[in-house]
């Protein structure tokens, strides 16, 4: 079989020519002026030279075609084969505005800007590259099938760069992964199944790129401590199997996720803050929601979520922010809901509630923010027209019957098929068949994503990763303006000190800047030994509007 006729060939060209199309409709919106934008010609070229670097059979191949000068010596075959993948991923940069591989020369990689070292964990006798960072340095590229030589790798940070086209499958082999940042890029295609494959990861950061489908539910039996999905084109239900998950902080935010919240969300011990916002989701909040003891923030906002609130959301008592804002909720906001003692916020803006308790009315601490405008509250300030609530008022959702609450009725939002009742009923005829019930099916493969993991209690020592887990995701949009970006420092994987970055260049990337939640310190997630590596920082929000 030639190439041209290989099945992952033409994949693979399908989804260069998808990010060949995704620069062109994005840098035709920019100015002239910009610097670094880059041409359809440009943006064409880099796709192409991927498509040329990955092997049809996904196998790297052998070492010895690859020409390593005879005067470059390595203290290990294992620098050897970093040399290879670092080489590759230089020569797959379009440009390097900042120079920053400038000084990728020689077989000392270890001296190279952004390329960290440290002792191997299986051999403390041997030096190995063990972490990649190449975060702001707006870069445009593609990763090339040589980075799968590199498995010594416990860290790629290339947040905000150009980076195009997939994530090669060749990188299954880097099985000492640890964190993966490639947030705020052009990458493209279905979720990068490479991260399945590696064991030890805790970090998995692909906020603000264009990958699209489902999310496969195995992500979910990981064993990780973050998980940033928000701002892509996924598009599915949210399985069932996010109730193994292990994360803290998980945002699946600015997506087109669908159908019901999972019961099973409430064995999320672990969780502390998990973003909705902007999706399609429906029905009613399951009763399990309340099990979330732990979690300090939920924001499900911007939905289609239907019925009225389950009284067990009393049962989140470490809740300091609550956002259901612009939904189509119903009936009574619960009073205990407002008297929870660590709540700060509790916007429940542009639904249908008909109630309010005077709780949620005058907040019983100076502190506490209730937002109640645009409801269908008799009294209050700035809620709906009658002509605007009536059509929702009058066709009220039963929880009880409500597939997504646990009922076993039809979804809410599509109406009941009921029988005709029989005219004349006769004694010999069998009664006609009640209405079939519907039991809601398990939900199919996909899943979530935000940023800022819990506190454990108890603590008496902090790691360095601890001290600087990354702030919330800026995922919040307009009409609120967005507070500047933190941007910690970069992680440093042995001795070398953390670089400090200046303000991040302009990079083509199209977060759109919104309202982030507080950011708070986050403990509990332990690095492997010998990595003292620390989460690098968000994406900087870029292009309002986009």
């Not at 490479?194 to 998995?204: M, N």
């Not at 702030?471 to 303006?481: D, K, M, Q, T």
Request: glycine share 4%.
């Amino acid at each position: 079989m030639s190439l041209i006729d290989d099945p992952m060939y033409k994949l693979q060209r399908l989804q260069a020519f998808g990010c060949f199309l995704l620069f062109s409709s994005l840098f035709s919106l920019l100015p002239t002026s910009t610097t670094f934008a880059l041409t359809d010609a440009e943006a064409a070229y880099i796709a192409r030279r991927q498509l040329k670097t990955l092997p049809p059979n996904d196998e790297l191949p052998p070492e010895v075609e690859y020409e390593v000068k005879v005067s470059l010596t390595f203290s290990n075959q294992r620098l050897k084969k970093a040399y290879i993948g670092l080489q590759a991923l230089k020569k797959a940069i379009y440009s390097d505005p900042m120079n920053k591989t400038g000084d990728w020369v020689g077989s000392n990689v270890c001296n190279y800007t952004g390329v960290f070292c440290s002792e191997a964990l299986d051999d403390k006798s041997l030096t190995v590259v063990s972490g990649v960072d190449l975060n702001h340095a707006d870069i445009a590229a593609h990763f090339p099938a040589e980075m799968g030589y590199m498995t010594d790798l416990a860290l790629i940070h290339i947040n905000s760069n150009r980076f195009c086209g997939i994530v090669p499958k060749t990188m299954s082999r880097l099985k000492l992964m640890y964190e993966f940042d490639i947030s705020n890029n052009r990458f493209v295609g279905p979720f990068p199944e490479v991260a399945l494959s590696w064991p030890t990861l805790r970090f998995l950061d692909l906020r603000y790129n264009n990958f699209e489908g489902s999310i496969p539910p195995e992500l979910f039996e990981k064993n990780l401590d973050a998980l940033f999905l928000n701002n892509n084109r996924f598009k599915s239900t949210i399985p069932k199997e996010i109730g193994k998950s292990t994360v803290s902080v998980v945002t699946f935010a600015n997506n087109k996720f669908e159908g019901c919240i999972p019961h099973s969300i409430g064995k999320m011990s672990n969780l502390n803050e998990i973003i909705f916002m902007n999706n399609n989701l429906v029905g009613c909040f399951p009763e399990e929601v309340g099990m979330l003891t732990n979690v300090t923030l939920f924001d499900a906002s911007s939905n289609a979520f239907t019925g009225s609130l389950p009284e067990s959301l009393t049962g989140m008592k470490s809740i300091e922010s609550l956002d259901l804002s612009n939904n189509k909720l119903t009936g009574t906001v619960p009073e205990n809901v407002c008297k929870l003692p660590k709540l700060s916020n509790f916007t429940f803006s542009r639904n249908y509630f008909q109630n309010e308790p005077n709780a949620c009315q005058v907040p019983s601490k100076k502190d506490i923010v209730f937002d109640d405008t645009y409801n269908c509250l008799p009294g209050r300030p700035k809620q709906r027209s009658t002509q605007e609530c009536q059509p929702v008022i009058s066709q009220l959702v039963d929880c009880s019957k409500d597939k997504c609450a646990g009922g076993g009725g039809r979804s809410p939002h599509k109406p009941k098929h009921r029988p005709k009742p029989n005219p004349e009923p006769q004694p010999p005829k069998q009664p006609h068949p009640p209405t079939p019930v519907y039991h809601h099916p398990p939900p199919s493969p996909p899943k979530e994503s935000p940023k800022t993991p819990i506190k454990q209690a108890g603590k008496e020592e902090v790691s360095p990763l601890e001290r600087s887990r990354p702030p919330a995701p800026p995922i919040h949009p307009p009409p609120v303006s967005s507070p500047p970006p933190v941007h910690s420092p970069p992680p440093p994987v042995k001795p070398p000190p953390a670089p400090v970055y200046s303000p991040p260049p302009p990079v083509h990337s199209p977060p759109p800047p919104v309202k982030s939640p507080p950011s708070r310190p986050t403990e509990g997630i332990h690095l492997p030994p010998n990595l003292g590596f620390q989460y690098s920082s968000p994406p900087p929000p870029m292009f309002p509007g986009y």
